[in-house]
């Protein structure tokens, strides 16, 4: 198959552009050749110290043409990074799309979804995790959080698709805990997660080589949200830690703990801090924030020597949003509101809410709600949305005023799944996510861990 020109993607995924990925990809591309072939000739004779005449009075402007000297600038993957075009398989994994995409505005796409699934019957399973757009969770099989997918995924030997509707890391996961026949497909290889890209391999193997210079790594546990690569998790499984999720942070923490004095948590510092100090009564003071990008992780040794609780400088780019004016504001502004947010929030946040939880904790506890009751929800946009349009009989909310989807889930979008689903259907498995052996064995380690938590 030939792929599509890079702003192809782009374009075809015009309703996307619109909501979530336009900040990832809409302007980038758009923004893109412009500013590398126009704006850049023009700088060029100054950059190249090549003098041009200036024009005469009255005389039109010169026709730009190309100075002597200047060369095109290479397409080094920085450059093309930069421009929104290139990938860096290393901390993004895999942020192209083969393929050509049928146009959002197609009025069919509804219906050959429905033709592709069918033609694929029980071989493909579509998982949609919650923060998926409504147009993509109205073909999932099952929806859920990151974790509740990926044992539903394990739980369908027989399929031999796994259609992952979520992030990459999520499908990574699936891949781990499914058979070797399977294959996991995510419908477009650019949805990754920022959280998941804030700890690479290679920088969390520095840290644990600042941590043995200050002499404490034998006490270290390390323990990783589920939102991170399989790197991650393997580096975990090998070093006698374990995966945790925001439903069981508690439990996890209190697993290492029982192994170990000290904990390294990544890549969220905020679940690691609300975790440390709202369950287990830590004080904010056992608590330090390791920097990847500072020698040393800007940490002192004997800071780390004297804390309890290392957290990973990461964090989510949706829930970081939510401010205390977020909290203060909705309270003001709807007199009796409770605010329920996810711990994956800033730790004040957290502390002036009513409720915190997990995705599922915020989808049951709007169930319970009694009718009539306000709730101002901080979470990802498309779950509120969802939840307010399920439950009309209460007021619900989104926490800040300020719309906030998150852009690398709302990537896959109803072109992006009908392309995978056709792709399968006639028998080019596209998009799969592998993981290699060795990293899912130690990967599996720590995910074990964790499913066997009490
Ligand atoms: S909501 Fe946050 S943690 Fe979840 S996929 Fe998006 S960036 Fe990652």
Known sequence: ???????????????????????????????????????A??????????????????????????????????????????????????SEPGVDCPGSLPAASDPDLVARARAAKA???????????????????????????????????????????IVFCGVHFMAESADILTGDDQKVILPDLAAGCSMADMAALPQVETAWEVLADAGVVDQIVPVTYMNSSADIKGFVGRHGGLVCTSSNAKRALEWAYARGGKVLFFPDQHLGRNTAVLELGFDLADCVLYDPHKPGGGLTPAQVRDARMILWRGHCSVHGRFTLDSVEEVRRRVP????????????????????????????????????????????E???VRRLANAHPEKR??????????????????????????EELAAGRVVNRITVDPETARYARVALDRMLALP
């Not at 110290?49 to 200047?70: F, I, M, N, S, T």
């Not at 409770?338 to 915190?356: G, I, K, M, Q």
Request: negative net charge; aromatic residues 6%.
């Open 381 to 383: 946009l498309n779950l």
């Open 1 to 39: 198959m030939t792929p599509p020109p890079a702003t192809s993607h782009a374009s075809a995924t015009g309703p996307a552009s619109a909501t979530g990925p336009a900040s990832a990809t809409g302007p980038a591309s758009a923004t893109g050749p412009a500013s590398a072939t126009g704006p």
């Open 396 to 421: 619900v909310m989104f926490l800040d005023k300020t719309v906030c989807y998150c852009a690398t889930m709302n990537r896959i979008d109803l072109p992006h799944l009908v392309w995978a689903l």
């Open 41 to 90: 000739p023009a700088a060029g004779p100054a950059g190249t110290g090549v003098a041009a005449d200036p024009p005469a009075a009255g005389a039109p402007a010169p026709a730009p043409r190309p100075a002597e000297g200047w060369a095109e600038p290479a397409a080094t993957p920085l450059a093309l990074l930069l421009l929104g075009q290139g990938s860096d398989p290393g």
């Open 119 to 161: 033609a694929l019957g029980d071989r493909a399973f579509v998982l949609g995790h919650h923060y998926q757009r409504d147009e993509v969770i109205a073909f999932a099989d099952v929806t859920g959080d990151s974790f509740k997918l990926a044992r539903d995924a394990a739980a369908r030997p027989a399929a031999e698709f």
């Open 336 to 379: 009796g509101v409770n605010v329920l947010v996810h711990p994956e929030c800033r730790h004040e946040v957290v502390r002036a809410a009513d409720l915190v939880g997990s995705t599922e904790f915020i989808i049951r506890t709007l169930e319970a709600a009694p009718p009539g009751s306000a709730w101002a929800v901080g979470t």
